[in-house]
C-alpha cells in the first residue's frame, strides 16, 4: 500500500535551517491526514506537527511552534516539514507519517496513523 520514504536530513549548527521531504508511493496520500513525529536516543516518539488533507488545517507541538512548517504538494504526493532556528534539543530521527483516509481529522497521536516511513537523522551541533 502507502510507502513513505523521508529524505533531506542532516547535521547542522544550532541556529540553521533543514527542510525534510516526505514522498509517498503507493497510493496517492491527497485524501490522509499526514504528519511528522521524531524520537531520540533513550526516548519516546514524540508528536512536531500535522496537516490535513487540503494543506488548511496544520497543528504544531508546543516545542516547536513558531520555528516549523508542515506543507504538502498532493500533486507530487510529498509532504515537508521547514525547521528554522534549530536547537540541540531538536536532534532526533523523525518520521513522517500517514493517517487512513477514512479518518476526517488530523491526530497527535501516533497511534492513529497507519503508515510510517523510515525515518531520516536530524542532528543539531551546539
Known amino acids: 500500500q502507502v510507502q513513505l520514504v523521508e529524505s533531506r536530513g542532516g547535521l547542522v549548527q544550532a541556529g540553521g535551517s533543514l527542510r525534510l521531504s516526505c514522498a509517498a508511493s503507493?497510493?496517492?496520500?491527497?485524501?490522509?491526514?499526514l504528519g511528522w513525529f521524531r524520537q531520540a536516543p533513550g526516548k519516546e516518539r514524540e508528536f512536531v506537527a500535522t496537516?490535513?488533507?487540503?494543506?488548511?488545517?496544520?497543528y504544531y507541538a508546543d516545542s516547536v511552534k513558531g520555528r516549523f512548517t508542515i506543507s504538502r504538494d498532493n500533486a507530487v504526493n510529498t509532504v515537508f516539514l521547514q525547521m528554522n532556528n534549530l536547537k540541540p534539543e531538536d536532534t532526533a530521527v523523525y518520521y513522517c507519517?500517514?493517517?487512513?483516509?477514512?479518518?476526517?481529522?488530523?491526530?497527535?497521536?501516533?497511534?492513529?496513523?497507519?503508515?510510517w516511513g523510515q525515518g531520516t537523522q536530524v542532528t543539531v551541533s551546539s
Open positions: 507519517a500517514a493517517r487512513s483516509p477514512i479518518y476526517a481529522s488530523t491526530s497527535s497521536d501516533h497511534s492513529d496513523y497507519t503508515y
Open positions: 503507493g497510493r496517492t496520500i491527497s485524501r490522509y491526514p
Open positions: 496537516i490535513s488533507w487540503s494543506g488548511i488545517s496544520t
